[in-house]
């Protein structure tokens, strides 16, 4: 837990809290605070509680395909909405249900999951194959950005000033989709020591588009997009499975880390892939 | 799941799942925890540790420590008299060497005692702490085991330590039991088979850290409220420590947060104690997290040998057993742990005429190994349980097959219980009980052992394995332990019983009561139990060994055979029966003639109505063991193994466990859980880590990995009941014996499935795929 | 500065430092059966009810639940509590007792939200309480027992 909280604010709207923000030179945005109670830092710190500014709207458009989940939403609150348990066949809830435990999943929010998102991360890795776009409070102003480019260098210092407010995720359903979730960790109660999600558009059982993302690398997630290209087009199968895992382990960049080695995470890799998409040819093909 | 004997128990409140007495305070989320206790004029208090492994402190500046406000007293070497004692939980005179002092002018491993602060806040405990100045003169530190005999470096080089086995080659305990010649022996058995397997270092990791409180009461005794499994052994040594006579201190327990073996131990009651006989003021001082996995007690990480030499039909003729024990920087439960890894081993199989077990104990600059559920028995298991499945193999025998050849029974004895005691010679013993048989049988049953050939998994990708275990443990140790025993009876009929014998969360105030209740014929609810307080309670060596049910469930039954006796005679005179015709039955007293309710003839006792001869009738009684009945257990389990990753998941454990009568069949089948639960975390995913300079590197649960819900397999439980004779009411204690199946039966499942020898647990997954690329 | 909070069903104001954690200010207003087990958010000892959702108290400063509605184990005392309380006794789910107070809270927010869970989402619910004791075998079969009592009626 942060040890030296000197000041804490409960601003009463977005541009309040953005404003208190710029203000004080060392000051961070709470909502759940799971994310802030890794951290041991010493340093004066002032907090800026953004949990009661009413953005934990959490609704799903059937009719537009569409899920809007306001950024202090908890990730529990996600994994128990009846209609998100249905999206992409559980995809979403089951996949937030493997992040850290169920008090953690009751405090932590999708918002303070993405501002400083630790490496192991699951939420990222989960999000990236998914259409999500973030829209944010920033310098008095609303914007959006495609998930996608949330972790760009060139847009790190903008986010770190910013107040994440909503996430959207859309699920224009031209075709058919699939997802799979995977996690590797020491023991069920554990962060990632490496995470895989998969997310394969298809028209009958031909591939229209393949999203496949690693994270816990042990950096934070990265797209395959080489392997991304060489799925499309083709048949899902146990054979193609096999192929993407092969070519997972080439293309993601794995390294070592306390927990387990560079070399593990490739056979991981691999495995994950494989398993994932022939996780998703299964669920296809009944 | 209880598995009774042919013919009915017919017993009314023993073998009973009957709810834990001191349930209600507990689901109700009562202050019943030391921590809970609010003191007037309280203190708390902190430890500065040492950043060093191994180093000679040449000075200690607490002046500016002294000046923080809020800070009361500050205690290091220099300001804290030099008494070596143990700090281990053992009954006296004790088999741990006296090399621990309550500040020493040297550090011997990354988190050992500096100094103490005592203050109004724990900010000003931590503002004080980080104030105090140290100087060390760094001394080589000794980080491995097997460098420890041979190295230039003594860890105990001070002259007043007694105990040391042979301080200058840092060896704390030796062993060496030779029967017959087993060497010779094993020139010519038909088949010799060899395993030599590693155990790690775990930690008991209770959930309440260590937490004691002290204080000088209204007529300046030192009362000290603390969480522990042995308060009599505190007491007498804290007043070897502090120069106090024993009936200046009071030592009481209250609920106790899990112990496993970590609380058997001396840990934060001398300094809590230093600082309220000066300050005068009460003083709390609780480890946080990280203190207690760095600087409490753990398990000593073990490299045993196992040589066995059998005939071509499996049958054995020597044993030998070799152990490399490493008990860090103190040498608390050496030797005995040691001598254990031996002594709750080797007697199982007394096929063997032969046998030799040769161990040492090492010291070495790491954090403290001592008591910890099993005591060297998993260790011990680990290799012996590896050989009997090399040896089943060898010889073309199925697992079980080669235990039924080999294991004691009943009838039967061992001259290891002679030979080899808990760190001296041992006593003689027969088996008494024993359903092993019957345990593997109903196991095998379980889990469908018969055909576990045919099982293939579903994904071609993994493999299937099916491994056993089996064990044998001990209920008490025999001439040395010792528990007491007192009831009172109450005008209402109902009992109060006073035992020394210490609940851990293990639930023997229930057990006990049960003891008392059916002996005296009455209800669980009709005994008022009192435990572990050494003002008020009689002896009881503390709870370890598994000792409780066995050693203080028969003081209980003495004492209330006795207060029977009494009862009975009182009642005899008064109604002119012949106490032979009397008994005491359901809440009632039946003669021949007359028959009253206990209540009534309690209260008419210490009422006018008796004039004369009123009187409070108590009776005591003290139980010392002359013999361990073992408990006995088959361990089964059931996996898969991921041939790409290694990675293993555990589908089921079955265990089946002979412990005799089980009192509670729930709280036996709840210790049995529990232990084969923390077995698990042992044999897959528990080590503590350390850097090469000796600091441990993970000590949070976010990097120590014990197991939680999702990491359970199915778990069944067979109680397999026999009759100890001995025992109260036919039980043999089951504290122990459930932690020792599950590293033997997931290797010996693993080598099953895919082959391979597991032999270093933790098995991650990136272990065995290290050995399945090969 | 004051936390405003209605704890067990009492409205308190309670003098808090800016970076007090919920749990010592639990502790130290008398809630003793939130226990301190790790400080890290890691062992579930801690739990409590915020809003009906059960979080641990040591990773939660006592600023976060400003005009909050808590409750500890204290606290509960309805029908479903009571039918907990009691099958974790019968089922001999309780040893120590000290992982307890938070197997509850989270048994107790599990059973609010999902009256039938499968075995699966009761150990999901559960897993974030650590307990060295039992092995969670009987917990989980407590969990399922009021499961079924309450169901049936």
Redesign the interface.
């Known amino acids: 837990m942060l040890k030296h909280v000197t000041d804490y604010h409960y601003p009463g709207s977005l541009e309040e809290a953005a404003s208190l923000h710029d203000r004080e030179s060392r000051s961070f945005f709470i909502a759940g605070g799971t994310a802030l109670a890794l951290s041991d830092s010493k340093r004066p710190v002032e907090l800026i509680d953004v949990g009661e500014l009413g953005l934990d709207e959490l609704g799903l458009d059937e009719a537009e395909g569409k899920i809007e989940i306001g950024a202090t939403t908890s990730i529990q609150r996600i994994v128990e909405h009846q209609g998100i348990k249905s999206v992409l066949n559980g995809f979403l809830s089951e996949s937030l249900e493997e992040i850290g435990s169920y008090p953690i999943r009751n405090a932590g929010t999708l918002g303070g999951s993405l501002v400083h998102p630790f490496p192991w991360s699951d939420v990222v890795t989960i999000l990236s194959v998914l259409d999500t776009e973030v829209t944010y409070f920033h310098n008095g102003e609303r914007k959006t950005r495609d998930f996608s480019r949330l972790y760009e260098d060139d847009f790190r210092s903008e986010l770190n000033e910013s107040v994440i407010e909503k996430l959207s995720i859309d699920l224009e359903d031209e075709t058919s989709a699939a997802a799979s979730f995977r996690k590797f960790n020491r023991s069920e109660f554990d962060v990632a020591a490496l995470n895989l999600a998969c997310r394969i558009n298809h028209d009958q059982g031909e591939i229209v588009e393949a999203r496949l993302a690693a994270g816990a690398r042990p950096m934070l997630a990265e797209r395959a997009n080489e392997v991304e290209e060489e799925l499309t087009g083709e048949k899902l199968g146990p054979e193609l499975a096999r192929k993407a895992g092969n070519m997972a382990a080439q293309v993601f960049e794995l390294g070592d880390d306390k927990k387990i080695s560079g070399e593990y995470r490739e056979t991981l890799v691999e495995k994950m892939t494989a398993d994932a998409i022939k996780g998703i040819y299964q669920e296809v093909s009944t | 799941m209880v598995a009774t004997k042919e013919e009915e128990s017919g017993f009314d409140v023993v073998n009973r799942s009957l709810k834990r007495v001191d349930g209600k305070a507990l689901v109700n989320g009562k202050p019943v925890f030391a921590g809970d206790f609010d003191y007037q004029n309280g203190l708390v208090a902190g430890l500065l540790e040492s950043p060093k492994a191994h180093a000679e402190i040449t000075d200690i500046d607490t002046s500016e420590a002294e000046k923080v406000e809020g800070v009361v007293s500050i205690l290091h070497h220099g300001n804290v008299p030099r008494v070596p004692h143990t700090t281990a939980g053992q009954g006296y005179p004790e088999p741990s060497p006296y090399d621990a002092y309550v500040f020493d002018k040297k550090v011997r491993f990354v988190g050992d005692r500096v100094a103490a602060v005592a203050g109004e806040s724990k900010e000003a405990v931590e503002e004080g702490l980080k104030k105090i100045n140290v100087e060390y003169r760094e001394l080589e530190p000794v980080l491995d085991p097997k460098q420890s005999a041979s190295s230039e470096v003594t860890i105990h080089d001070e002259e007043d330590s007694t105990g040391i086995y042979d301080p200058e080659r840092n060896v704390a305990a030796n062993v060496d039991i030779e029967v017959g010649d087993p060497e010779e022996t094993l020139q010519s058995s038909d088949v010799v088979v060899s395993e030599k397997c590693r155990t790690q270092f775990a930690q008991h990791a209770p959930i309440e850290p260590h937490v004691s409180t002290a204080y000088m009461d209204e007529n300046d005794r030192l009362v000290v409220r603390t969480s522990t499994q042995v308060p009599f052994h505190v007491r007498r040594i804290l007043s070897q420590i502090l120069d106090i006579p024993i009936s200046r201190i009071r030592v009481v327990k209250p609920r106790v947060g899990g112990a496993f073996g970590v609380k058997q131990e001396l840990l934060l009651e001398d300094i809590v104690s230093v600082f309220a006989l000066r300050t005068g003021r009460p003083v709390t001082m609780q480890y946080s997290r990280e203190e207690e996995f760095v600087s409490s007690r753990n398990r000593h990480p073990m490299e045993v040998e196992v040589k066995l030499g059998a005939t071509d039909e499996g049958k054995l003729e020597a044993i030998t057993m070799e152990a490399l024990s490493n008990t860090g920087a103190y040498g608390a439960h050496s030797l005995t742990v040691l001598s254990n890894v031996g002594s709750k081993t080797l007697p199982l199989y007394n096929e063997a005429p032969d046998v030799h077990f040769l161990g040492n104990a090492v010291y070495t600059n790491l954090p403290v190994p001592g008591a910890y559920r099993g005591y060297g028995a998993p260790q011990g298991y680990f290799s012996l349980e590896r050989a009997m499945d090399t040896l089943a193999e060898a010889v073309g025998k199925d697992p079980i097959e080669i235990r039924k050849l080999n294991h004691i029974r009943e009838g039967e004895t061992s001259p290891i219980f002679e030979k080899l005691g808990e760190g001296k010679e041992g006593t003689v013993q027969y088996i008494n009980s024993c359903e092993l048989d019957r345990c593997m049988d109903l196991g095998a049953e379980a889990i469908d052992w018969e055909n576990r050939k045919d099982k293939e998994p579903e994904d071609e990708n993994r493999a299937k394995g099916f491994g056993l275990a089996v064990n044998m443990q001990g209920s008490g140790i025999p001439l040395v332990d010792l528990a007491g025993a007192r009831l009172k009876l109450n005008e209402d009929g109902s009992f109060n019983l006073y035992v020394g014998a210490t609940d851990i969360g293990t639930g023997s105030d229930t057990v006990l009561s049960q003891v008392a209740a059916e002996n005296l014929g009455v209800e669980l609810d009709d005994i008022i139990v009192y435990s572990s307080d050494t003002d008020f309670t009689p002896f009881d060596s503390g709870a370890y060994a598994s000792s409780t049910t066995y050693v203080s469930g028969n003081a209980v039954r003495k004492a209330s055979d006795k207060i029977k006796e009494k009862i009975i005679d009182a009642f005899a005179e008064r109604y002119e029966e012949d106490p032979e015709e009397v008994s005491l039955e359901n809440g009632q007293i039946i003669g021949k003639d007359t028959k009253k309710e206990l209540a009534e003839f309690a209260l008419a006792l210490t009422s006018g109505e008796m004039e004369a001869n009123q009187q409070q009738i108590e009776a005591s009684a003290s139980e010392v063991p002359e013999e361990s009945p073992p408990p006995f257990a088959a361990h089964f389990v059931e996996l898969e193994v991921d041939k790409r990753t290694g990675e293993i998941e555990l589908q089921r454990y079955v265990s089946a466990v002979d412990c005799g009568t089980a009192i509670n069949p729930n709280l036996a089948e709840g210790q049995m859980e529990g232990a084969i639960v923390n077995g698990i975390g042992y044999a897959l995913t528990e080590e503590m880590e350390f850097t090469s300079d000796g600091r441990m590197t993970n000590p949070s649960f976010f990097d120590y990995k014990i197991p939680n819900t999702e990491d359970i397999p199915d778990i069944e439980v067979i109680l397999v009941e026999s009759s100890e004779p001995t025992g109260p009411m036919g039980a043999k204690s089951v504290g122990e014996i459930g932690i020792n199946g599950a590293i033997p039966a997931i290797s010996n499942a693993v080598r099953d499935a895919v082959g391979i020898q597991l032999k270093n647990p933790p098995f991650t997954p990136e272990k065995v795929w290290e050995k399945l690329k090969d | 500065?004051n936390l405003e909070a209605t704890i067990n069903g009492e409205e308190l104001t309670l003098e808090v430092?800016?970076?007090e954690?919920l749990l010592d200010v639990l502790r130290r207003n008398g809630f003793?059966?939130?226990?301190?087990?790790?400080?890290?958010?890691?062992?579930?000892?801690c739990?409590v009810l915020?809003d009906g959702?059960?979080?641990?108290s040591?990773?939660?400063?006592a600023?976060?639940v400003?005009?909050a509605e808590i409750k500890?184990?204290?606290g509960l005392n309805d029908e479903l509590a009571e039918s907990?309380?009691e099958n974790?006794?019968?089922?001999?789910?309780?040893?120590?007792?000290?992982?307890?107070?938070g197997v509850?809270i989270?048994a107790y927010?599990?059973l609010s939200?999902?009256a039938d869970p499968t075995e699966e989402e009761?150990?999901?619910?559960?897993?974030?309480?650590?307990?060295?004791?039992?092995?969670?075998?009987?917990q989980?079969e407590a969990i399922k027992e009021t499961a079924e009592e309450l169901g049936d009626s």
């Not at chain 3, 003793?32 to 000892?45: F, L, N, Q, R």
């Not at chain 3, 040591?58 to 400063?61: E, K, Q, R």
């Not at chain 3, 060295?132 to 075998?137: E, S």
């Open positions: 500065m430092e800016p970076g954690v003793k059966s939130v226990k301190e087990g790790c400080k890290t958010g890691d062992c579930g000892a739990m915020v959702r059960a979080m641990t040591c990773t939660l400063f600023a976060q400003q005009g500890t184990v204290e907990l309380r974790f006794l019968d089922k001999g789910a309780v040893q120590c007792g000290f992982c307890i107070p509850l989270s927010s599990l939200s999902n009761i150990k999901a619910a559960l897993d974030g309480n650590l307990c060295r004791c039992t092995g969670y075998v009987k989980i």
